[in-house]
């Protein structure tokens, strides 16, 4: 009987502290702005579209814009995953590696990597074309804006999670000289 009592209370707190660490907030690290930059554009182009005074028609120039380059980007990365992989079985089992073989794979790797940046830019400039002057400006001034407001709730946030402690190394008094 105590056994069976041990065991349930050894399950119910086992289920009880998995639960609590599934319920924990968490970290917001901003991966998926990076991951997906234009259709992070286009929902905000979607929803400020009145007061950027957007068109339907921009909006979807724009969009097909980003699919393209969304499709661009996803044969660069797996280009470059394949790459690696070679990378990694072709110097994998080689006691002493050829840097000539070193040197042609890494510049291949930053090639893959330098055109990916290429495209962005190139994405940049092509929805630069497609909005006018004063719907750049607004959009510039609204993600500067949200920039801002972003820096000051880390900040409010870092002062109110890690307080600075009484006598920490910041805190401490002036250091006076040697005294002979």
């Known amino acids: 009987m105590n056994k069976k009592i041990g065991v349930l209370l050894v399950v ?3 289920s009880l502290t998995s639960v609590s660490l599934w319920a924990q907030p968490k970290m917001r690290t901003g991966a998926a702005f990076w991951t997906h930059p234009g259709m992070n554009l286009v929902r905000v182009l979607r929803a400020k579209q009145k007061e950027l005074n957007i068109t339907d028609e921009q909006l979807k120039k724009i969009d097909n814009l980003v699919v393209t380059y969304e499709k661009k980007l996803i044969d660069l990365r797996s280009e470059l995953s394949k790459h690696r ?7 994998q089992n080689q006691d002493e590696v050829d840097l000539n073989q070193l040197k042609k794979a890494l510049e291949v790797a930053s090639q893959l990597k330098n055109e990916m940046v290429l495209q962005r830019f190139k994405l940049r400039q092509e929805i630069n074309a497609v909005l006018t002057k004063e719907q750049r400006t607004a959009l510039q001034d609204m993600f500067v804006k949200f920039r801002q407001e972003r820096r000051t709730r880390f900040l409010q946030n870092r002062r109110t999670r890690w307080p600075r402690q009484e006598r920490g190394i910041r805190n401490l008094p002036p250091r006076q000289g040697i005294r002979r």
């Open 12 to 14: 119910a707190l086992f």
């Open 85 to 91: 992989l070679e990378m990694r079985q072709l110097f």
